[in-house]
Structure formats: structure tokens, C-alpha cells
């Protein structure tokens, strides 16, 4: 067994730990959030952290109205400008919590009076000390160096403070849901296996959703391209019909994350398109219409709330990317070129 298949299948207990031990700590946050009447926030992330951040602009905006950004940290560390932060919840995203130039948004946003939050797998790491909140992935270490288990707890704690934020009960009851329902996604890896093995062979795809699946379609393409090898693309379903469709040809791979809900009728209309095309279409999906139009389907659990889909999701695409990864040969624990710890300026 690898490290990232041990680490993938830890998650229905570290998504669990990560709720419990971070219930206070939301609660009081979303507490000087309204008491400050915060009315903007913006998140500074890189690499696997980036895409859960992404997310988290989807679960900010969706369920609270707080129009939500993500920064660039070279304008403060490479052009020296500093952007105005004041009034803003920043939130910086890192698995190590060691990210420099995350770290200098944070440090720049509390000197200016902001409200900051950092979200790393590691209490003593130089970010957790430097926020004024820290919420923890509880996820224990993460020794596979393509993170799995820290993303979804990335994702659950920006979800679960954008739940707390609107006040929304339902949403809370379906995010408290996910640790039992992601242990049986994990039981189930036959469809996964096959998939793999039909698509053992590819060299390119491009990997297409929209909405809140959008940030897993990112790291779809991310997990793919870091274990495997292959040249996978992700795309906005939206973004995809104003150029990059011109790169579909007849077999070309295309990975569809496709949860029932408000994003689903544009893309199963775009997996009509992508089948007049003549591509190779790999559906993860509930919804069983979605998944006659692929080659190949492998089912997820149904979701009331597009909120909670990606959990149930992102865990089949980190297994699918593991098999893919061993099915060619390779080693997906130790990405060539790669570290668990990247530092950027």
C-alpha cells in the first residue's frame, strides 16, 4: 500500500477530528466577523492549498453574500506594494503553514488591522502564530508528498465557518454527515480501479466542472499531473466554450465532475457537445443521466447541497489518480522534481 492510499483513506476520521476540534474556534470567529461587520474577504493560498481556497470563495459568497477574493502574494513580495487589507478577513491556507509568501499577506493584513485566519495541519507552524485565529486540520502528518487528506480538511474547515456565517442549520447537519458518507465512498474502489485502467494510457485530458466542483476540477488536474505525469488542463465549464473547447479532437480524454444540482443541466449539455466531438469522457457524478453520456462512470453518494458534493468527489479523484499513477509504473508518494514543502517568494 503507498502512503497516499493510506492517506486518502484516512479522511472519513480526520474530516471528523477536524469538525470537533474546531467547532470553539469557528464559533468565536464568526463571532468578531459579524461584530466587525466584515464585508469582504480575501485568501492566500498556493498549489493544492489554493484550489481548496478556491472553494472556500464558492462556500463565502454562496451562503453568506461576502464577495470573497484570492490574492496575489508577489504584489508584496516581488513588485513591494502593499494592498489595502483594512476591514478585510484575510485568511491564509497552508498545509505546512510554513508558505513565506502566504505569511507575509498575513503579516502584512494584522499591521493594518485586519482580521486574520490561518489554516495549516501544523499549530506551531510560523502562520498559525502569526493569525490572530488558527484553525487546524487535525490530519496528523501527511507523509505521501501530493496532499490528500489536508485538502478536504481545508475545504471542510473554510466550509464549515461559511455555514456558521449564514447561520444555516441544514448546512451544518450535511457538512457533520460527510465523515460517515466519505467512509463509503472510500469501500468502494472497483470503479475507480477500471477507470484507471482504461485511462492508464493517456497523455493529456482536460478535467471540466463548474461551480463548487470547479476548485476540485483544478486539483483533479493538479493530482494527475504531479503523480502521472499526463497533461491535464481543468477548466470552468463556462470558460471552456470561449476558446478551449478548440482543444477537443476526436479521443480526447475529458474528466467531467458532474454533482446533481444548479451546475448540472450546463454540464450534461456540455457532455452532449464534448460526445458530438467525438471525445473520451470519464464522468464522476449522482447523477445518472451525467453518467450515460460518458465511456465511463464511477457514482458518488447523492447530496442535497452542492456544498457537500466535492467531499464525496475529491476522495474518488484522489484514487483514481493514485491507481493511475501506479498502473503506469510510477511511484505516486515520490512525485519526481517534488517536495512535501514547496517555498515561494
Known sequence: MTLMWKEINEQPEVLERCIKENAGTISALSEEIKKRGISWACMAARGTSLNAAIYGKYALEV???????????????????KPRYKDCLVIGVSQSGMAGDVLEVLREAKGQGALTVAITNSTSSPMASEAMYHLWCAAGEEKSVPATKTYTAQMMLLAQLAAELAGSREEKERLSAVPGVAAKVLADTEAVEKAADTYKDMRECVVLARGFCYPVARETALKIQETSYVRALAFSASQFKHGPVALVEKGTPAIALVPEGPTSGEMKDLLDRLNRLGADILAFTNDRDAAGKARRSVMVPESESELAAPFYIAPKIQMFACQLTLKKGLCPDTPRELSKVTVTR
Open 63 to 81: 451562503l453568506t453574500g461576502i464577495p470573497a477574493g484570492v490574492a496575489a502574494p508577489s504584489v508584496l513580495t516581488v513588485y513591494g506594494k
